[in-house]
């Protein structure tokens, strides 16, 4: 055998093995859903802080739209 044949060999090995190799497969889980779980939690800020602003842009606009309604018909008189 050649040295290049040889080292395609090992090389083969090596992959194989660190295919079948299932240390740290806990990990990577715990990695995934850590990052799945913030996503999640950054979803729940935003609709959170949309449904806040939606309730509130009627409490905020209401009054003002008709206090200058009020005051433009008290303006014409």
Known sequence: ?????????????????FAR???GT???FS??????MIGI???????MRYETQRVQ???YAGPRCFGRR?????ART
């Open 41 to 47: 939690g950054g979803i729940a800020i935003d609709v």
């Open 21 to 23: 190799n299932e240390d």
């Open 26 to 28: 806990i990990t990577i």
């Open 31 to 36: 990695v995934m859903m850590f990052v799945l």
């Open 1 to 17: 055998m050649t040295a290049r044949t040889k080292q395609t060999l090992q090389n083969r090995a090596s992959l194989s093995g």
């Open 57 to 59: 842009l009627p409490v």
């Open 70 to 74: 009020v005051y433009a018909q008290h």
